[in-house]
């Protein structure tokens, strides 16, 4: 991939429940693929609490832990690793905020939240940093040979 001033990296996305309940897979994968990344993993998963658990224990403290361990496991979710340049932070900026009716017109979350969802019901997890992405990816999948190494042919227009 040419990187430009960009490192090319990895990142870890998941569609939540809603998100794939509501039918916005296909939609959000092509704005993935829209961008130039390049999709090095994807699985439906329907997930174990303990998962969901340790994917968000650094929020282990707050008052909506509970209802957000559940809701992850409230129905299947899609694990995607995307491959590009800077692509943890551009995936953040295309999800946008967290709450839905905070989000930018634009981003997947801006797009796709339902305003009438509670503030944690916002269809799609990115990583927050390569240290989360390389930690999520290893957390949900189960390892390397469930991922694929390849790079497109298409020569991408520099
Ligand atoms: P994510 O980790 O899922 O990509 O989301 P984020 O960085 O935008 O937000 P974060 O603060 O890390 O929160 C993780 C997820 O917890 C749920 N949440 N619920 N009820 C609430 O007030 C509340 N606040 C956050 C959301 O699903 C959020 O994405």
Redesign the pocket.
Known sequence: IFAGRFETERTYIMIKPDGVQRGYVGEIIARFERKGNVLKGLKTFQCPKAVAEEH?QD?SEKP?FG??VEYICSGPVVCMVWEGPGVVKSARKM?GA?NPLESEPGTIRGDLGAFYA?????VI??S?SNESAEREIALWFGGDDELVDWTPTITPWT
């Open positions: 968000y929020l909506f209802d957000l999800i967290t509670l503030v944690g019901r916002n997890h990115g927050d």
